[in-house]
């Protein structure tokens, strides 16, 4: 695999940043509630990500040594405000549902891990791929949990009703905790542990230790 | 010296370097704010008429009074409660009742014996609906709070044109005692504000909700409404909560005005 490659899709299972790097958890709990808003919030952190992965690599050379973590915050809060803006402006009823996690990109922790860790040292093209393979890695956790959560506490799939209510006739009663956040809490621990064991299996090569951890 | 010079080289360079990237940072929300600001405004301006048909739905009487709602016409505006007079400086969109009531600078202290809604401060502005169709007047929306038995009631209380025929009244929120208090959300009581008067021909403010008087007057009539018995105390509340509101330290100048014809 070349570098681009392996850019892209590490983050994707192997080094994924919220069940591996446990980055970005406080987001994947609050916006899970609904695979729209889990698709949304993905996207848009994906796209904020790209960005700030591709204006702090092109400015690598250029940003100082002893401000640079500053300055890679007030990148990332300007895109974090334009994505917001674009969001409310185009997507209004999903900018409401997201409220304030939007704005709250600016906090997550992945985007910064990014930047420090990848796009200050790395040129433009891998850091643009890293920034899509992180991102999609994290719309990938987001989507599992908020899929589950709705279907189980709503009966429902982006809306598109699959188990017919008990209230209106059907069979389902809804799960009332899956709707509440503590089950993102519940979801993203059974998601960390399903993606280590994979992991572990198709590794055989690793030695016993490393496999037994 | 050269590395003195070296390093204040540096530092001039990271504030430059700085100050660049921050600079082109403010310039880019800048642009996004001002190219996406006429969608967004858009999209408020829909929600809002949304909201606003909303509430024109649900208030009690609106419908009768105009048959398709549809034609109606909606407009929210800020008045000064102690003049009575529109405030057009203030954006009703942007304007919150609950924290202009909670501010120093925007609300006042009510004295013990006038606080008939016992909320101890009222804000100085206060957001009327107004109904229109075809242009001509048809209804003013008021909103009135206060503290009931157990809870603050929040509600809204529909005027005819002529700012004194009650045409319904809607309770909106409240934490009053279920199955108790809780009846003053009942159709049953509501039904019995349509038609009452507020002040009678001498300008008096005559609306009220009473049990029983030992000697009403023979006008009473059109001007009382009867309490729920069982829960006096959440239903006379909101009889004294009206009385503040539709009075002279609430909306009282205003309907004055709206007497005297201000909205023709």
Aim: proline share 5%; net charge neutral.
């Amino acid at each position: 695999m070349n570098r681009w490659t392996t850019a892209l899709t590490r983050p994707l299972l192997n080094d994924n940043p919220v069940s591996v790097q446990l980055l970005g958890i406080c987001s994947a709990l609050a916006v899970t509630k609904t695979l729209g808003a889990s698709l949304a919030m993905g996207a848009s952190l994906t796209c904020v990500l790209i960005a700030s992965n591709a204006l702090i690599s092109l400015l690598r050379r250029v940003i100082p040594h002893a401000t640079r973590l500053v300055l890679q915050i007030t990148i990332i809060a300007s895109l974090v405000i334009v994505a917001d803006q674009v969001l409310a402006a185009f997507a209004p009823a999903m900018s409401d549902q997201l409220s304030i996690f939007v704005s709250l990109i600016i906090t997550n922790c992945i985007i910064l891990g990014r930047a420090e860790a990848f796009a200050m040292t790395h040129p433009v093209g891998e850091s643009v791929a890293d920034a899509v393979g992180n991102g999609l890695g994290y719309g990938l956790v987001l989507a599992v949990v908020g899929a589950v959560r709705e279907l189980f506490a709503r009966g429902s799939l982006l809306d598109y009703p699959l188990l017919p209510l008990a209230k209106d006739g059907g069979w389902f009663e809804p799960l009332q905790l899956v709707g509440l956040p503590p089950a993102g809490f519940f979801l993203i621990a059974l998601f960390i542990w399903i993606s280590r064991r994979v992991r572990v299996r198709r590794t055989p090569a690793a030695p016993r230790a490393e496999a037994q951890r | 010296m050269v590395e003195t010079s070296a390093r204040k080289g540096s530092t001039l360079r990271t504030l430059g370097v700085s100050l660049a990237i921050c600079l082109g940072c403010s310039l880019l929300v800048s642009a996004a704010t001002v190219w996406l600001r006429p969608i967004r405004d858009e999209h408020r301006r829909v929600a809002r008429n949304a909201r606003l048909a909303e509430i024109l739905g649900r208030q009690p009487g609106l419908v009768e009074l105009l048959g398709d709602l549809a034609t109606a016409t909606l407009e929210e505006r800020v008045v000064d409660l102690r003049t009575g007079a529109f405030a057009p400086e203030v954006d009703p969109a942007g304007f919150d009742p609950v924290v202009a009531a909670a501010v120093p600078a925007t609300s006042q202290a009510i004295s013990a014996e006038r606080d008939l809604a016992r909320i101890q401060r009222q804000a100085l502005r206060g957001v009327v609906t107004l109904v229109r169709r075809d242009g001509a007047p048809q209804a003013i929306i008021l909103p009135f709070y206060g503290q009931g038995y157990a809870s603050i009631i929040r509600g809204s209380i529909a005027l005819a044109a002529d700012g004194n025929t009650i045409i319904g009244l809607l309770i909106s929120e409240h934490g009053e005692t279920p199955g108790i208090g809780s009846e003053i959300t009942e159709e049953e009581w509501g039904a019995l504000w349509p038609g009452k008067k507020v002040r009678d021909a001498d300008g008096r403010l005559r609306i009220h909700v009473v049990a029983e008087e030992a000697t009403p007057p023979p006008d009473d009539e059109a001007f009382h409404v009867d309490c729920i018995s069982g829960a006096t105390r959440s239903t006379e509340g909101v009889g004294q909560m009206v009385r503040f509101w539709l009075g002279d330290d609430g909306f009282g100048p205003f309907l004055a005005r709206v007497r005297e014809g201000a909205l023709r």
